[in-house]
């Protein structure tokens, strides 16, 4: 069974294919062209922590394509509480066609996808966010052509989308750095990993402390909350040691000024963004947003219609 977890898991051609296929997908939305690709098929969403992106985009991709979604809160499912993952996984597998879910501890979604019998997909968890990845490649891609010899910086906590967006950028041969405080670092196995992936892409990863090395001759500038969902006890600490971290005017002063500003949202303005830049003419921040209804549609057909050649 094929499923969505982790990028580390995908050729740099399979992820190259599936951004080809989420700019068609998109440009057919965009001209009112309409192909039920997923006609009578049904994708469960669970979740255990909030979300307006990854809701709403997986609900309308599988709408435009002629499917449906259903949602299942937190209270409803109480996954690994009420049920055991394993029953949860066996009991949609019976219903739906395809499982996306969003869960704290990572081992949860692999426990997810070791008993489903459907595909399933991660919308997110502690460890990283490969949605989310996705779209940002698709909007790195639309807007340069290409992630090859581009510098991507992140700057802020080495956290599941920084995991992530260094997967995507190392697979399809970026220079990715990142800048973040001491402690808040990347998991070592995960920057071997990709260091490894970028030698065979012709990219590179650099880790820094400084924000200003990072964003210096930069195409692209990332950053992404302080505190993530589930840290929340961390907050009051997190918000003196990362001010230093903040992407602004200065920062992006420093990057090429065709530079783009990405954030995967939601965004705390005036903690790791300023209005300034995250309104200003460098923020792609809503084609991006908008970019994970198209990436997840690829991600979705791709999951549903193997060996349908006509699809894709
Ligand atoms: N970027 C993202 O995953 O947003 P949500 O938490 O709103 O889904
Ligand atoms: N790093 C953030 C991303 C939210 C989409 C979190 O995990 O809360």
Request: net charge negative; hydrophobic share 40%; with cysteine.
């Amino acid at each position: 069974m094929k499923h969505f977890l982790d990028l580390a898991d995908f050729t740099s051609d399979e992820i190259r294919h599936l951004l080809d296929l989420g700019s068609t997908l998109k440009q057919e939305l965009k001209n009112g062209e309409f192909r039920p690709i997923l006609k009578n098929k049904v994708l469960a969403m669970v979740f255990q922590k909030p979300s307006l992106r990854t809701r709403v985009s997986f609900d309308m991709a599988m709408r435009t394509l002629g499917g449906d979604a259903l949602y299942l809160s937190p209270q409803e499912i109480g996954l690994g509480k009420r049920e055991s993952i394993a029953d949860v996984a066996r009991v949609l597998s019976g219903y739906v066609q395809v499982i996306m879910a969003r869960v704290f501890a990572h081992e949860h979604v692999l426990e997810l996808a070791k008993w489903a019998s459907v595909p399933v997909i991660n919308g997110l968890s502690d460890y990283n966010h490969p949605c989310q990845a996705m779209a940002d490649a698709l909007t790195i891609y639309e807007e340069f052509g290409n992630l090859k010899g581009l510098t991507i910086s992140y700057i802020g906590d080495g956290n599941n989308v920084a995991v992530s967006l260094m997967k995507v950028a190392t697979k399809l041969g970026a220079d990715f750095r990142i800048a973040n405080p001491e402690g808040y670092d990347m998991p070592e196995a995960d920057i071997e990993q990709s260091k490894k992936f970028a030698e065979l892409s012709g990219g590179s990863v650099t880790l820094l402390r400084e924000p200003q090395a990072a964003a210096d001759q930069a195409d692209v500038i990332y950053t992404d909350t302080w505190t993530s969902m589930g840290q929340e006890e961390e907050a009051e600490n997190r918000r003196k040691v990362f001010p230093p971290y903040q992407v602004n005017q200065e920062i992006v002063k420093l990057a090429k000024p065709k530079a783009i500003v990405l954030h995967c949202l939601p965004a705390h303005r005036g903690e790791e963004i300023t209005d300034e830049v995250a309104d200003g003419p460098h923020s792609r921040l809503f084609v991006q947003a908008e970019n994970r209804m198209h990436a997840q549609k690829a991600i979705l057909v791709d999951l549903l219609t193997e060996g349908e050649s006509d699809a894709k």
